[in-house]
Structures are given as structure tokens and as C-alpha cells.
């Protein structure tokens, strides 16, 4: 007779479920070496919970599959919580990250997402249901996903600002 511990593939399974991810880009890169070229695949995933936590990982490997995984891993370990506000995000925000510009706008209830490719995956996972958005400068989904990140980070509340004026 085989006994199970409690800890078995449930437990395991309850904290992948946690969050939500999303594979924005999967290339294949090329290194050059002495015998000719190897390939590796870079895989760009976004996780979230869609209640103000989101992270980002960007990771290589040998293939798809271990690629997205080590990105899932590197993404769980740069969480961070957005500061929302009835479903928007508290004010505007701008932020250049290299190349990329990317414009935050809150919206009305109703809106939606307005939003390109990379950028609106970032707040979909976040949590946010209506903001306006506008991506300037390159189109590179790396540096779009990154910026978005960052400018999310940014935000503050009203009370927030009033705690460091103080």
C-alpha cells in the first residue's frame, strides 16, 4: 500500500494558480561560436493576480518550454504591488525607459483597456479595467513591457504623497 504525505501535487498546483501569466514574446537568438551557431530561445512573460500585483521575468533556454519556465521564475521574484484606485490607476504617468516612452492616462468607468500589444498585457494582469495609454518611441516589447513596469511603480496615492510632504 502506497501512503501519500500531505504535501503532494495539490499543494503545488494551488500556487501556480495564484497568478495569472501571459507570454508576450518568444524569440530564437543566435550566439556565434567557434563550430557554427547555437540557438537559444528568449521568452518575455508577464505574470499577475489582476488584484495589483504584477511582475515581469526575461530569461534564455535551451528551448520554448524551459525558457518561459525560467522567465515565470524570474517574474515571481520582481513582483510588486500597484497602487489602484476603482479599477484605474491614480494619475498620469510618463516614462521614458531607453527608446520607449509609455504614456499612462486614468479613464472613466466603462472604458476599457485602451491600449497597444505589450503594454496592455502589463495592465491587464495588473488589475487595471479602464485606462487610456499610448505607446511612444520604439516598438520594441521588451523595453514597452519594462517601461509600463516601471511607470507602474511610480504611482502614488493621495495619501501617499501627503505621508511624504509631512
Do not use: W
Request: with cysteine; aromatic share 4%.
Amino acid at each position: 500500500m502506497i501512503r501519500r504525505s500531505g504535501r503532494g501535487r495539490s499543494h503545488g498546483e494551488s500556487a501556480k494558480r495564484d497568478f495569472e501569466q501571459k507570454v508576450v514574446e518568444v524569440k530564437r537568438v543566435t550566439r556565434v561560436v567557434a563550430g557554427g551557431k547555437r540557438m537559444r530561445f528568449r521568452a518575455l512573460v508577464v505574470i499577475g493576480d489582476k488584484k495589483g500585483r504584477v511582475g515581469m521575468g526575461l530569461c534564455k533556454g535551451a528551448d520554448v518550454s524551459e525558457a518561459v519556465n525560467k522567465a515565470v521564475n524570474a517574474a515571481k521574484k520582481t513582483m510588486v504591488s500597484v497602487n489602484l484606485l476603482n479599477d484605474t490607476i491614480p494619475h498620469e504617468v510618463k516614462l521614458k525607459y531607453k527608446s520607449s516612452v509609455v504614456f499612462l492616462k486614468p479613464a472613466q468607468p466603462g472604458t476599457g483597456i485602451i491600449a497597444g500589444g505589450a503594454i496592455r498585457s502589463v495592465l491587464d494582469l495588473v488589475g487595471v479595467k479602464n485606462v487610456l495609454s499610448k505607446m511612444l518611441g520604439s516598438s520594441n516589447k521588451v523595453n514597452n513591457v519594462t517601461a509600463t513596469y516601471l511607470a507602474l511603480m511610480k504611482l502614488r496615492t493621495k495619501e501617499a504623497i501627503a505621508n511624504l510632504r509631512k
